[in-house]
């Protein structure tokens, strides 16, 4: 069975395919999405999407058409509606004609999982274009996986948009920060705070002896701090690992530091929040830096750290006014390998 599966981005398809390949389904994904606004984040939404199927090995197709026009055009009498009205019907619409016209047997859609959206619209209005084409929807409740996948796309690093889609939706961010929980099925369970999610800090001076075990020098750490960002990785309500970006220009940032409280190491945390922050950053940024002692190379290269590019010698003599030891072996020279956060277009 050829089945067409529209997404509305990555982060929503990754729980979504996972679920169809459990049945041996693999799904075609459809991009066509021209109530995503600003450009920039209709950008890159649709470039996260394409990066992450073809990473995992799905067909992508891409009908590119950023449609702010007729997107005002045809929600301006009724803002309120403007889902149900517009952003459904259109894309949904656009999905079933390709589905018919290029001879898949069924569609589904991304807009099944997201517990924000309105569930039992979308179904109805699957299932109506269902009869009208001739071709079968494949319901599927994905919002059973909604966290689940949610977790799933942060450690893949994956773009993670801040708001629904449209400019109106991204008013609403700040105008209304503390929506009415959505309503669920009974069996469904709503929960209102992530168990692990990525923090920016704003109070960096709170932290500072949290830093000192990755950088045992205030003075060094100070030079870098007040122009980087800190960002946290918060469990439940603890910070347990934080990193420091400083950006070098443009193109290029620099990790700092990065370091997890000793009680939660060996548990995959900082690998987690070094991922999430290469993956929003890529966006923007094409290089990140990291200087290193030798016994921690092996860490960074596993995490695409894998291009060398200088070694200052003595870094750790000329720099600290005490010896500097990583378990057995003392730190002299630091190793600079950088990552390659996107390619160049």
Known sequence: MRILMHACCAPCSVYCIDELRKENIEPTIYWYNPNIHPYKEYEARRECLKEYTKKIGLECIIEDEYGLDEFCKNVSNNLNSRCVDYCYPIRMRKTFEYAKEHGYDAVTTTLLYSIYQKHEFIKKLCEDLSKEFGIEFLYRDFRYGFW??????????????????????????????????????????????????????????????????????????????????????????????????????????????????????????????????????????????????????????????????????????????????????????????????????
């Open 148 to 345: 689940e996948g949610h977790e799933k796309a942060k450690e893949e690093g994956l773009y993670m948009q801040k708001y629904c889609g449209c400019i109106f939706s991204e008013e609403s961010r700040y105008l209304s920060p503390n929506p009415p929980k959505p309503v669920l099925p009974d069996d469904l369970e709503y929960s209102s705070r992530r168990v692990i999610c990525v923090k920016k800090i704003e109070n960096k001076d709170d932290y500072i002896e949290l830093l000192l075990d990755a950088d045992p020098s205030k003075a060094s750490i100070n030079k870098y701090l007040g122009d980087s960002d800190v960002y946290g990785l918060q469990v439940e309500e603890n910070i347990v690992s934080l990193a420091v970006i400083l950006h070098i220009d443009k193109n290029t940032l620099e990790l700092k530091n990065l370091v997890t409280k000793k009680e939660y190491r060996g548990k995959g945390y900082a690998k987690k929040l070094l991922k999430s922050l290469c993956g929003n950053y890529k966006q923007k940024y094409n290089k990140m830096l990291v200087g290193t002692s030798e016994n921690n190379i092996p860490f960074y290269v596993k995490q695409g750290f894998d291009k060398y590019e200088k070694t200052i010698k003595n870094y750790f003599i000329d720099n600290y006014d005490e010896e500097i030891w990583d378990g057995d072996l003392q730190c002299i020279d630091m190793y600079y390998y950088s990552k390659k956060l996107k390619e160049k277009k």
